[in-house]
């Protein structure tokens, strides 16, 4: 019974969870802190990880955004076109300190 809950289990755990398994070295420290981190919240070192880098990645993803948008805007802004050209010959500053 006991084997036949397991192989349920495994079968219906894999079918909705899509992932690969990768192999990375990290600092002896760092594993440590990684194992004391998932002894402490009661979490697998697995989900530590999966979200650690997700979490940066989504911050670095934002950030690049980020960056491109003032790029872009810096770019827009120095760019000046007839509308303001015309606009600032007409623009009477006589008075104005």
């Known amino acids: 019974m006991a084997q036949t809950f397991l192989s ?3 079968l219906c755990y894999t079918a909705t969870v899509r992932s690969t398994t990768s192999s990375f070295r ?18 697998p070192k ?13 911050k670095t993803g934002r950030e690049a955004l980020v960056a491109e948008a003032r790029r872009q ?3 827009a802004s120095a760019q000046s076109n007839e509308e303001d050209a015309f606009c600032e010959e007409m623009l009477d500053t006589r008075g104005w300190r």
Request: glycine share 0%; no cysteine; aromatic share 2%.
């Open 8 to 10: 349920v289990l495994h």
């Open 26 to 43: 990290i600092p002896e420290d760092l594993r440590v802190r990684l194992a004391q981190t998932a002894r402490r919240l009661k979490k």
């Open 46 to 58: 697995n989900r530590i990880i999966v979200e650690a880098l997700d979490e940066y990645l989504r």
């Open 73 to 75: 805007s810096l770019l």
